[in-house]
């Protein structure tokens, strides 16, 4: 019980140090800088709606226009039919980061079941550019998948050999979900989570080609944030510091109701250190545990000079905000 209230108390301080004695010294904290902006709201304006829709993991990145786009999941709709999942992705469009409120711009992208996808399974797409090429990549329930663009707002699927979308997977069952991709020393690590056993872990990748990929290996798993099925969502790689990588990893998503909010209602997303991207702790907070963010789904966005972070809403699960975010010695600084 009381270490339950010692990681709540570290939510609340929005990051408070939580770290073995070594590291105080040069490794730097995460830290919200309010005010929240929202961007995204819960779109109704589309034919799968439904009252109990919430928007989920999302990816935020600028087009070749310099417009900025947001793509959601949209889950709890009447997408997918009886025997599939609910969801698909949804798309906004922004003149500028720090601009509230961005215009609605309709479904983006839904299953394929003819090329293997789980109808209304599509989850947390993210969008790197490589080159001159936008590459999204995405969850279809069972498979993490490909699509190309030109310009950052129109994308193709990549089709495997196998005929189907589906690059790689942990097994049927497990939902291999939530990936996202970092680039180091001319290589690309993809993270993402998957329950096997309903034990849900943090998993990589590596690929220099975005064809050919390394087997995974666990590199996220246990210790304060639980090893449930959602102990591992959204996992979130950033390099930082020269030799330097933090792992932002969701374990509450918080209330999906409006209404006043409870000690257990909060959002949670626990960060790690580690000065190897394929290393983030198996049941080793002492070594690698940072902090707690009272967030959900958070991505890290690196523009002009200013880090920023995007989270789902806090109190209801009804759209997508911006804080700026710094990097300090402690939560003083």
């Not at 309010?34 to 961007?39: A, I, K, L, R, Y």
């Not at 009447?78 to 720090?98: H, V």
């Not at 991207?277 to 890290?300: H, K, S």
């Amino acid at each position: 019980m009381r270490r339950k209230l010692a990681i709540l108390l570290c939510t609340l301080a929005l990051g408070t140090i939580a770290h073995a004695g070594e590291r105080a010294s040069h490794v730097l904290m995460p830290q919200i800088e309010g005010p929240w902006w929202q961007v995204a709201g819960n779109p109704m304006d589309h034919k799968y709606a439904a009252e109990r829709q919430e928007p989920v993991d999302f990816a935020i990145w600028q087009a070749a226009d310099e417009t900025w786009q947001l793509w959601s999941c949209i889950r709890n709709t009447t997408a997918g039919g009886e025997n599939g999942k609910t969801r698909f992705f949804y798309r906004w469009q922004g003149k500028e980061l720090a601009d509230a409120d961005w215009q609605p711009m309709g479904i983006a992208m839904e299953a394929d079941p003819a090329l293997g996808e789980t109808p209304g399974g599509l989850q947390a797409p993210h969008v790197i550019k490589a080159a001159d090429i936008y590459h999204l990549f995405y969850g279809d329930w069972v498979n993490i998948c490909h699509a190309i663009s030109k310009d950052g707002k129109n994308f193709t699927r990549v089709i495997q050999k196998s005929g189907k979308t589906g690059m790689f997977s942990e097994g049927p069952g497990n939902n291999t979900r939530d990936v996202m991709l970092l680039e180091h020393a001319g290589v690309w690590y993809a993270y993402y989570t998957a329950y096997p056993n309903r034990q849900g872990m943090v998993y990589v990748r590596t690929t220099k080609d975005f064809k050919n990929w390394s087997e995974s290996k666990v590199v996220s798993f246990g210790g304060q944030a639980g090893v449930g099925p959602g102990s591992s969502e959204c996992p979130h790689v950033v390099k930082f510091e020269p030799d330097g990588f933090y792992l932002f990893k969701t374990q509450n998503y918080g209330s999906s109701k409006k209404g006043n909010i409870r000690d257990r209602d909060l959002p949670q997303t626990s960060v790690y250190y580690s000065s190897d991207p394929t290393m983030f702790g198996i049941n080793q907070d002492d070594r690698y545990f940072l902090c707690t963010l009272p967030v959900a789904a958070p991505e890290i966005i690196s523009y002009k000079g200013q880090y920023y972070i995007a989270a789902l809403n806090q109190g209801a699960l009804d759209g997508i905000r911006i804080a700026k975010l710094k990097w300090a010695k402690s939560i003083s600084d």
